[in-house]
């Protein structure tokens, strides 16, 4: 088997990240971030890595220096592993706490104010209006007795239906039966 096809996957690493590399690219400055994409605070310091849009942590946000964690691109366990060029960057923590926390309210807020808090419902017309009212008064009871008062004028309806129409009858079709054909399944 080819080095090529076998599967590669990430190394398990251990918690805390005492690699001395140190990425060749420029210090990464989080004032340059939005808000929303890095998290300062000590016990979870991460941000969203500009190569692959992960979130990675932050190794040693009180130390000396500050870098990304060495990460993969894809999703553990789904997608090969391979190496992110953002690995061992380091960071420039160019922002307060407290600022960011404003930052990140005051970002809340504005997107809060742009969002419509309240659904308007479409306008109805005269007659759905009273339509609607009249279904709403309407009661049980009610509704029993427009169903009695119709019920003369539906047995006139049907009776009228039962009627043959005077005319002449087809000639060279079958008579149509007047009354309901129930046919019997013969005895074995």
Same mark, same amino acid.
Request: proline fraction near 11%.
């Given at each position: 088997?080819?080095?090529?096809?076998?599967?590669?996957?990430?190394?398990?690493?251990?918690?805390?990240?005492?690699?001395?590399?140190?990425?060749?690219?420029?210090?990464?400055?989080?004032?340059?971030?939005?808000?929303?994409?890095?998290?300062?605070?000590?016990?979870?310091?991460?941000?969203?890595?500009?190569?692959?849009?992960?979130?990675?942590?932050?190794?040693?946000?009180?130390?000396?220096?500050?870098?990304?964690?060495?990460?993969?691109?894809?999703?553990?366990?789904?997608?090969?592993?391979?190496?992110?060029?953002?690995?061992?960057?380091?960071?420039?923590?160019?922002? +307060?706490?407290? @600022?960011?926390?404003? %930052?990140?309210? =005051?970002?809340? *807020?504005?997107?809060?104010?742009?969002?419509?808090?309240? $659904?308007?419902?479409?306008?109805?017309?005269?007659?759905?209006?009273?339509?609607?009212?009249?279904? +709403?008064?309407? @009661?049980?009871?009610? %509704?029993?007795? =427009?169903?009695? *008062?119709?019920?003369?004028?539906?047995?006139?309806?049907? $009776?009228?239906?039962?009627?043959?129409?005077?005319?002449?009858?087809?000639?060279?079709?079958?008579?149509?039966?007047? @009354?309901?054909?129930?046919?019997?399944?013969?005895?074995?």
């Amino acid at each position: 088997m080819s080095a090529s096809n076998v599967e590669r996957t990430a190394r398990p690493r251990k918690s805390r990240t005492r690699s001395r590399n140190i990425n060749g690219r420029p210090a990464l400055a989080i004032s340059t971030l939005h808000p929303h994409q890095y998290d300062p605070r000590p016990a979870c310091a991460s941000l969203i890595c500009p190569d692959c849009k992960t979130w990675v942590p932050i190794t040693g946000i009180q130390a000396r220096q500050q870098k990304l964690v060495p990460h993969d691109t894809g999703r553990a366990g789904k997608d090969p592993s391979a190496r992110c060029q953002g690995s061992n960057r380091l960071i420039d923590v160019d922002v +307060a706490y407290e @600022t960011w926390q404003e %930052r990140l309210q =005051d970002g809340g *807020a504005e997107t809060a104010a742009r969002r419509p808090t309240t $659904v308007l419902p479409k306008a109805f017309s005269p007659r759905t209006d009273q339509t609607l009212r009249a279904r +709403a008064e309407r @009661t049980p009871a009610g %509704r029993v007795a =427009d169903w009695n *008062a119709v019920l003369p004028k539906v047995a006139d309806v049907d $009776v009228a239906r039962r009627q043959v129409p005077a005319g002449d009858a087809p000639l060279d079709g079958p008579s149509v039966p007047l @009354t309901t054909l129930h046919p019997q399944r013969p005895v074995c």
